[in-house]
């Protein structure tokens, strides 16, 4: 009996001290996280809190969530309780700095007109239903306005990044300036195929929230001061007095990022359908000669470790294509700040950069390929219809290749004469800040973002780094580092990289063999079809040694489609061998050594208190 009460005693007191801790835990631990992701997806990052850190003013932030409306939609739920824990995490680390209001627009409510008023998107859940909103306002001390329309559910990843961005706006409501000169349509156009207009590059939206944009014409014959950083894209055949004008803007400290291509797909000026396309190659070869590297001329990079899956068309099977590469993290320089942080980069008939022999600059690859590389001519691509004879003919010479880079250190000018009228121009600098790209197609949207049009509103989807590589080199430029830090965490895809590789070792060990077997196949249906065609067309019957060749052929078609079967089947054991073992490890193992585990900790128990 004794023992009784002492055990429900003990069972009260723990009852006592659990619902204790849980009111003291959450009046005192409301704030405490313990954020396990391997990216630490829950935690501010140092980025965000230098931002917050330089705050000289009050922001004030209204989150607008129709919580009553949505109670049967739990999805959204959960993403609005992670944007509402964020923002009360900016909070925190900024003091009295922030300042949040949480707000329900209730129908025919006063905060609904107010989420209204500030252009918020209210999403109809039914046909004549309530109008649902999540969406944040903020405003400064000077009367600024920064909106978030639409927490997006597929952009969770970026959520960090958005509400940095739009603080950082806030709080230096003077944009950088970024000079744009394109040899290409990236502000929009018109598509005369098509006799339409076309939309602006995504890439540039992107840019355009970030910088106040000057474009520039290609006669430009000095860049304008204001100009922090100067964005060149497809830089074909510009004049004398625009190179010079880009040289001096250099040697004068401006920054530049330059987009180069030996082959630019995305140039369709003059493309006539069946003929053998136009030039399309940009350099900036006088200028890269003063600066220390070149890109080497009519060639274009091929690399079959990286080579993109494409479809030759519809209903045709995927191949890989060894000029449209998807580069991972390991193509990346993880230190710098351009690119640490990317998971992926896409680029399309790529240019090769290097660095010239004794230059005084210094030439750090940014971005490179596998040592499964080779140059290609450049003429092959202009009449290219099947990729897959890039990978057949793809001889890898075991060296790295550069597609961009940063170039920095003293350089001289290009042109140290001067030139016609201007003899007074800088001669030299004792350093310049350049990063150069070798491919400008990276920057289209088919190679790193779906579009969507969500109620009026253009809604990208990316797959891939591009833009983030565009704006986190821009930023660089431009002198902020904050946000570049806080970007690098947008995306957190987690390819299989066991298994790519043992798809590429698969796919060079039976590529040959499959060649083989479908020469064989298509050599033996022809001549299948040769004896069964009769030229007379009153003979209505094989003769016996024509039905015993066409049986002969039959069988060799059926045993070589066999073994073609039996290849293209080897080309996916390996994987699946991996698929079973992992089911092993996670059906048996596992559950069979926690088991053991308790087993051993239980007989260990007892042996100790026996």
């Known amino acids: 009996m004794k023992k009784l009460m002492v055990s429900s005693a003990g069972l009260v007191l723990i009852a006592l001290a659990f619902l204790a801790f849980n009111l003291l835990s959450s009046l005192t631990l409301s704030g405490a996280r313990l954020d396990l992701t391997e990216q630490k997806l829950y935690t501010i990052s140092e980025g965000t809190e230098k931002i917050l850190a330089e705050l000289d003013s009050p922001i004030e932030l209204s ?8 109670r049967n939609l739990p999805a959204l739920r959960n993403y609005a309780t992670r944007v509402e824990e964020m923002l009360k995490a900016y909070q925190r680390e900024a003091g009295d700095k922030i300042v949040l209001k949480v707000i329900d627009p ?12 500030f252009g918020l998107q209210g999403i109809p859940l039914q046909q004549g239903g309530d109008q649902v909103y999540f969406g ?5 001390a000077l009367g600024d306005k920064q909106v978030i329309p639409f927490f997006a559910l597929d952009q969770e990843a970026f959520l960090e990044y958005e509400l940095s961005r739009l603080i950082q706006n806030l709080a230096t409501p003077n944009r950088p300036v970024v000079g744009v000169l394109s040899g290409l349509q990236i502000n929009g156009g018109f598509d005369m195929a098509a006799r339409q207009p076309t939309a602006p590059w995504m890439v540039m939206e992107e840019v355009r929230q970030l910088f106040q944009i000057e474009s520039l014409k290609r006669d430009v014959d000095q860049i304008p001061d204001d100009v922090s950083v100067l964005l060149l894209v497809h830089p074909k055949n510009l004049p004398e007095q625009t190179l010079y004008a880009i040289d001096q803007f250099v040697l004068r400290g401006g920054k530049l990022l330059a987009f180069v291509d030996p ?69 990346l320089d993880q230190d710098d700040i351009s690119t640490a942080g990317l998971e992926n980069l896409t680029v399309a008939t790529a240019g090769i950069l290097e660095p010239l022999e004794g230059a005084k600059t210094r030439f750090i690859p940014l ?33 790295r290749y550069t597609i961009a880079a940063r170039v920095s250190g003293p350089a001289q000018s290009a042109y140290p004469e001067g030139i016609e009228g201007r003899k ?112 007379d067309p009153q003979a209505l019957e094989l003769t016996p040694e024509q039905q015993a060749a066409v049986q002969q052929f039959l069988q060799e078609k059926l045993k070589i489609r066999k073994e073609l079967r039996d290849v293209r089947y080897q080309l996916n054991a390996d994987i699946e061998a991996l698929g079973r ?27 100790k208190h026996g």
């Open 424 to 535: 007074d121009g800088l001669k030299d600098a004792e350093t310049i800040n350049v990063i150069v790209v070798a491919d400008t197609d990276m920057l289209t949207d088919r190679m790193w973002v779906q579009v969507q049009d969500f109620f009026g509103q253009r809604i990208p989807q990316p797959w891939a780094d591009n833009a983030g590589f565009a704006i986190n080199a821009l930023d660089n430029l431009a002198g902020s580092e904050a946000l570049i830090s806080v970007r690098s965490r947008g995306r957190f895809s987690r390819p299989f990289v066991v298994v790519e590789a043992l798809q590429r070792e698969a796919g060079a060990r039976f590529r040959q063999q499959e060649d083989a077997l479908q020469t064989r196949l298509q050599e033996t249906e022809q001549q299948l079809a040769a004896l069964q065609q009769k030229d």
């Open 263 to 331: 082959f630019s797909e995305a140039d369709k000026q003059g493309d006539i359908p069946g003929e053998v396309a136009i030039d399309k190659a940009s350099n900036l070869e006088p200028l890269f000669k003063a600066w220390g590297l070149r890109m080497l001329p009519d060639k274009v990079l091929g690399d079959g470790s990286y080579a993109m899956t494409v479809t030759l068309g519809q209903g045709q099977r995927a191949v890989n294509h060894a000029a449209w590469l998807s580069l991972p993290k390991d193509a």
């Open 581 to 607: 073992t992992l089911k092993l490890s996670n059906i048996v193992l596992i559950p069979l050594v926690l088991t053991l585990g308790v087993l051993a900790l239980w007989l260990w128990r007892r042996r």
């Open 367 to 399: 971005i490179r390929s596998s040592q499964y590389a080779m140059p290609f001519e450049v003429n092959r691509f202009g009449m290219l219809s099947n990729p897959e004879s890039l990978i057949r003919d793809l001889e890898p010479t075991g060296e």
């Open 63 to 70: 989150f607008f969530y129709s919580d009553t409306a949505t």
């Open 106 to 117: 209730e129908p025919f409510s006063a905060d609904e007109d107010k989420a209204a008023e």
């Open 136 to 140: 944040l306002a903020a405003t400064n």
